[in-house]
């Protein structure tokens, strides 16, 4: 009895100490770790508490052998697993972030670095409960630390990788595919990690894709940003590709069934880009939903989507401002009181925000705030049962870039506008009342160069008693033919077995002041096992043609895909215009070389170059 007695005297006291301590203070949950080694910052995101701000002060403690530095967050949990990343590049050598106790509760940040690097130049910036940690001095100012969400280009300076090693949950199957996307968006369970050895993009590791009834659930690690959208054909689909991203191998290349109808494909399109192919006829209706931490991301049909397990909390618009980089370039940044979620739809035309937790917004407020800039026309709807409808009408050459603020709690919407072109007409200049006809009057169709490689005393790549120069030209021709029909001017560098020499093909095309120039060639190589297709370019401004076009001819032939190469051949050095090269295939492989000369790949390789022009200019220009 005496001995019940004790045990139950120690067991008391443990409870009240257990009490006493959980409620000595707010607890405060991180629900996710960002690196980002573009800008070297640290982005702990926090939920937003009714007390004071989490950290209001910072001690960091220096240790030795080996050197590094680290800081307690007291009163706070990691609602992620912990962290351990390892950097091979840089100053920073590791950073681990854990939950070092649990009663009390406390977090702590570590940071590992070689002698090159001043741990006093570490600075701290709060957003509410969200810790900025910047590794170097000026990176960021005062303002809030944002997230690039969405961008209307497909290529950016700020575009690179770095390689590393993180620890990572390995992922488990769930019971029920009903739990929807606030089981996705709000909830942690218990994982087993691993560790892996990767090139990790700057942004985002992409390890874990879920299909729903009517869209696809992404989860991974940093902080994701997607590209504007391409639309192909025969099948429809609709094409997303998320820069500065690194997939998993465990989900590359396999296909997923979101439906009876419509299928998801995931890959690495390149060394620092994923992508994500959705086969559906309901292209027009599919949109990015961006959670509120922004890792997590949800490509749904949202006119078939439930709206209500997008969010737990509501949130309203409380202020409004712009910002002005220069003369063609001008943002608009709302913030909420609270942290938002969002869906995204692009149009030539305009921008599409849906605010899917925000109710209230003073429209006079807007209105006032952006009269006389770039969004002036901009308007914002109430949706019942939905949210608010955020509209911002761009012009036809702009470019759109959208970015969420680090505690989830901010939205800023840039744009872009094209420079208004030279016409090189003046007041002075003459009118021609009959000016000669030639091929650089232009007739309102997009023009299109197609150079058929090679010809005359160059054969090109032989196999087999077959000469490159025959398939390019008749692939050439059948290329020239559907685009004709489709409304294009196009103009051939050279229509019969002639010798043109590379200087001359670049003039005829200069001459005729096209809008893209392609280029047709066959492959070979000493190794005659090697089979496959690839897309070559140079300049910059031709990477998204020769995505769109390698997007469109790799899908429908049945051959590897190589990928892109950015490649100083000649005729696509020195065009002025978006220029391509594209190597249908391998006359070294006997196999290959049959199909190459049969009419069936001839014609499948013809229509696919010619439809990935097509969506080109419907996407881009």
């Known amino acids: 009895m005496k001995k019940l007695l004790i045990l139950l005297s120690f067991l008391f006291i443990y409870l009240i100490t257990f009490v006493r301590s959980a409620y000595a203070g707010e607890l405060y949950k991180f629900s996710s770790a960002n690196f980002d080694t573009s800008n070297s910052l640290i982005v702990l995101s926090a939920q937003d508490t009714q007390g004071s701000s989490v950290l209001s002060n910072i001690k960091l403690v220096k240790m030795e052998n080996p050197s590094r530095v680290y800081f307690d967050i007291d009163s706070s949990i990691i609602t992620f697993p912990k962290q351990d990343w390892v950097f091979n590049s840089g100053c920073i050598k590791e950073v681990k972030i854990n939950q070092f106790s649990t009663n009390p509760n406390v977090v702590r940040v ?24 910047k590794l170097k001095k000026g990176i960021i100012g005062d303002n809030e630390y944002f997230h690039n969400t969405y961008r209307d280009e497909h290529s950016s300076a700020g575009d690179f990788y770095e390689y590393l090693t993180i620890t990572t949950p390995v992922s488990q199957s769930r019971d029920s595919l009903v739990g929807q996307i606030q089981e996705a968006f709000n909830t942690q369970a218990e994982q087993i990690m691993e560790r892996k050895e990767l090139k990790l993009n700057t942004k985002y590791y992409l390890n874990n894709i879920t299909p729903k009834q009517n869209g696809i659930l992404l989860n991974g690690f940093g902080s994701v940003t997607i590209e504007k959208p391409m639309i192909l054909y025969n099948p429809t689909r609709i094409v997303y590709d998320l820069p500065n991203t690194l997939v998993d191998m465990k989900i590359r290349n396999k296909e997923y069934r979101i439906n009876e109808t419509e299928t998801v494909k995931i890959g690495q399109f390149s060394v620092n880009k994923a992508r994500i192919v959705i086969t559906t006829d309901a292209v027009s209706d599919y949109i990015p939903i961006y959670s509120s931490d922004n890792q997590s991301l949800i490509i749904a049909n949202y006119k078939k989507t439930n709206n209500s397990t997008l969010y737990n909390h509501s949130s309203n618009a409380i202020s409004y401002s712009k910002e002005k980089k220069d003369s063609l370039t001008e943002s608009m940044i709302i913030k909420f009181d609270s942290s938002i979620v969002h869906g995204l739809d692009r149009y030539n035309d305009k921008v599409i925000l849906y605010l899917y937790n925000v109710s209230k917004y003073s429209d006079e407020n807007f209105k006032n705030t952006y009269k006389n800039t770039f969004f002036n026309d901009s308007y914002i709807e109430l949706m019942p049962k939905i949210g608010l409808k955020l509209v911002i009408p761009t012009q036809q050459d702009a470019i759109a870039s959208t970015y969420l603020g680090a505690d989830g709690r901010s939205i800023k919407i840039t744009v872009k506008q094209a420079k208004k072109k030279d016409t090189g007409i003046t007041a002075k200049e003459p009118i021609m009342l009959n000016p000669p006809v030639n091929s650089t009057i232009s007739s309102g169709k997009k023009k299109v160069v197609i150079d058929a490689g090679h010809g005359g005393s160059d054969a090109g790549a032989i196999g087999g008693d077959i000469y490159e120069k025959d398939i390019t030209l008749d692939v050439s021709k059948r290329v020239e033919e559907i685009l004709k029909k489709k ?71 049945q051959s590897p895909n190589r990928g892109l190469f950015k490649s100083k051949f000649y005729v696509i050095n020195h065009t002025t215009c978006p220029a391509i090269l594209v190597e249908i295939g391998f006359i070294s492989n006997s196999g290959e070389r049959e199909q190459l000369i049969g009419s069936k790949r001839k014609q499948a390789t013809a229509k696919s170059i010619a439809e990935g022009i097509d969506n080109y200019f419907k996407q881009y220009k």
Do not use: C, W
Request: glycine fraction near 4%; aromatic fraction near 12%.
């Open 110 to 133: 570590v940071l590992y670095y070689d002698n090159g690097f001043n741990p006093n130049d570490i600075e701290f910036t709060r957003i509410k409960n969200n810790i900025i940690i």
């Open 487 to 557: 409304g294009y001017q196009v103009l051939m560098t050279r229509d019969d077995d002639t010798y043109v020499s590379l200087q001359d093909r670049v003039a005829v095309s200069e001459n005729f002041t096209p809008d893209i120039f392609v280029s047709i060639h066959v492959n070979s190589s000493v190794r005659p096992e090697i089979t496959g297709v690839e897309t070559h370019y140079y300049h910059q401004e031709s990477m998204s043609l020769a995505q769109t076009v390698h997007s469109s001819f790799a899908s429908a032939v």
